[in-house]
């Protein structure tokens, strides 16, 4: 990300994102752990990976020119970073809102990013990342896995991967940097997972809905457009995709 940043591999760790808080920790420098023994992911669930097999790091980050109120930006230059590394490999990949990259309906990536504030600005970020590379058995438990291995038949050079990510990252980075949202607003909204068609969708309460998704707002809420018409927005856990499971 920047010159002097650096790579920490380490062999076993409980959670990257708490390794990476630590102050010796700066902007651009990523905590790679090969085993978590309490990794995290979004609505609270776990994060598993086969040691070996994948990618399971941390990147810090330092975006103190950035509102509070705009910090969904961050997560849309992070998200569209990985878009445009597995484009680098012939993998075509979706954003599904709000932060997980999808092949198809199933997942490839999860991400959980992680903030702290200074004032009206954010202070420093921590973005959680899990890429399933090479893996191809996953548990059966799991609802919809894929790996890079599996969407494009082969293996990956895991280092390589991560520094194509690092790579892109430094450039959608540099895009919030400028002020330049419109541009990372285009693009999230150009990859989106289910963009444009009807789907069903849950609301906390249990019930069902059929909507499609017309974009996202700066500040991250979820644009739905009702099959009566209406345009709603939804904010992270007002709304859940429904999935089917794909037959194995």
Known sequence: MTAGSMIRRITET??????????????????????????????????????????????VLEPRFLPVGEQFLLSEAVALALTDTFADFGIDTRIKWTNDIYVGDRKLVGILIEHSYTGPTLGRSVAGIGINV?????????????????????????????????????????????????????????????????????????????????????SGELLLRHADGTLRAYLFREVEFVIDRPVR
Do not use: K
Request: net charge neutral; charged share 30%; aromatic share 10%.
């Open 14 to 59: 409980t959670s990257t994102n708490d390794d990476a808080r630590r102050p010796e920790y700066r902007h651009g420098d990523i905590v790679w752990a090969e085993r978590q023994t309490a990794g995290r992911g979004q609505r609270g669930h776990s994060w598993t990976s086969a040691e070996g097999e994948n990618l399971t790091f941390s990147l």
């Open 134 to 218: 090479n893996q191809r058995v996953f548990d059966p438990a799991l609802p919809n896995p894929v790996s890079m291995a599996l969407a494009a038949g082969r293996t990956f050079d895991r280092e390589e991967v991560l520094e194509r990510f690092r790579t892109h990252c430094a450039a959608r980075y540099a895009l919030l940097e400028r002020g330049d949202a419109d541009t990372l607003q285009r693009d999230y909204r150009a990859r989106m997972y289910r963009l444009g068609t009807p789907h069903p969708y849950r609301l906390p309460d249990g019930s069902l809905f059929t909507a499609a998704i017309e974009g996202v707002r700066p």
